[in-house]
């Protein structure tokens, strides 16, 4: 099978990625020699077309893509204002992609997104992995796509431009401040599924618990209510007398965690210290009000957005890894 690329083509050629494109897929409008030198070259490198070679044709569409895990995350939809916030200012329409909804898998996705004709690709899917990296990383450098991840963090690579906030320091913050407070049997309520940013969390989270020399417990559980309901209630029957401290990956989990140590007779935060993360809705809507880290969501898809224009317009971004400060907010469950 073939290695060549689009991009491989098209530098042999001596013409443009769109013009590639454009020559398999609307050959009418390419000038017959320029239209054989390309074809002559496909074929002696072999280049198999794919789905990411599509809408290439023609490149400026004003549209950004934005790929996200669902929409029924609180931070999500924030993150999208922020973002429609800052492409008005360009009179850039956003497509919104939604994992969850009706893609069999994020390579489907992708080929879909890059065929859109998109400017740039928003990149919020916190599930990354090294695969999905190198696939953002292909269309960014193969099809000139610009891509910046937004509150998702792969912290292997620095080839792709970040907005977020240092998870890992946060957790640390937090989960020191409980110590502080004389808690000694902290746990660290994460998921089940991996989460890039969860795991920068449980390793700030790890460091405290090892500098003041206690034991580590984390319990995975669901970000779904349904489910961590259930999984809360045997965790409090098991050690419900001996958990003094929480530190939750977000806030709904954080809350769902409160609901039932509270019906099991435990105290909120005479008993048992509590946590989130994200600062969301919830937090303030929680009985009594969640102390929690506040991660910029609004400021942090301005940000993305403003550089993803800045990759689209060819200018030099001089930092690809760009911290937003982050706060700790202080309220009624913690001392």
Do not use: W
């Amino acid at each position: 099978m073939s290695k060549a690329t689009i991009y491989n083509v098209a530098i042999k050629a001596g013409v443009s990625l769109a013009t590639v494109s454009r020559t398999l897929n609307n050959p009418e409008k390419v000038k017959p020699e320029t239209r054989d030198r390309v074809l002559q070259v496909i074929k002696e490198l072999g280049y198999k077309p794919n789905a990411y070679a599509k809408g290439l044709a023609s490149r400026k569409s004003t549209s950004v893509a934005i790929i996200v895990p669902d929409m029924s995350r609180s931070s999500v939809a924030e993150m999208v204002n922020g973002i429609a916030v800052e492409a008005k200012k360009y009179d850039y329409s956003l497509i919104l992609y939604v994992l969850k909804d009706k893609y069999a898998d994020e390579t489907e996705m992708m080929q879909e997104v890059v065929a859109s004709q998109a400017d740039g690709i928003l990149y919020m899917n916190d599930e990354i992995n090294e695969e999905q990296y190198k696939t953002l990383n292909m269309i960014q450098d193969e099809y000139g796509v610009p891509v910046v991840l937004a509150n998702t963090v792969y912290p292997y690579d620095s080839s792709l431009t970040t907005v977020s906030i240092d998870y890992y320091q946060a957790a640390y913050e937090v989960t020191k401040q409980l110590i502080d407070e004389g808690r000694k049997n902290i746990f660290m309520l994460t998921t089940a599924r991996k989460y890039m940013v969860n795991d920068l969390k449980e390793a700030g989270y790890q460091k405290a618990i090892e500098e003041a020399g206690l034991e580590m417990n984390i319990f995975r559980t669901s970000g779904d209510i349904t489910v961590n309901t259930i999984h809360f209630n045997e965790l409090l029957k098991e050690n419900g007398h001996l958990i003094d401290g929480v530190v939750a990956v977000r806030d709904s989990i954080a809350v769902s965690f409160i609901n039932q140590a509270i019906e099991k007779g435990r105290k909120i935060p005479e008993d048992i210290s509590v946590f989130g993360f994200q600062n969301t809705k919830y937090a303030s809507l929680s009985r009594p009000k969640l102390s929690c880290v506040d991660i910029p969501i609004i400021d942090i898809g301005v940000k993305a957005m403003y550089l993803l224009k800045k990759e689209i317009d060819g200018l030099h971004i001089e930092e690809k890894f760009n911290e937003l400060p982050h706060n700790i907010i202080l309220r009624q469950t913690t001392k």
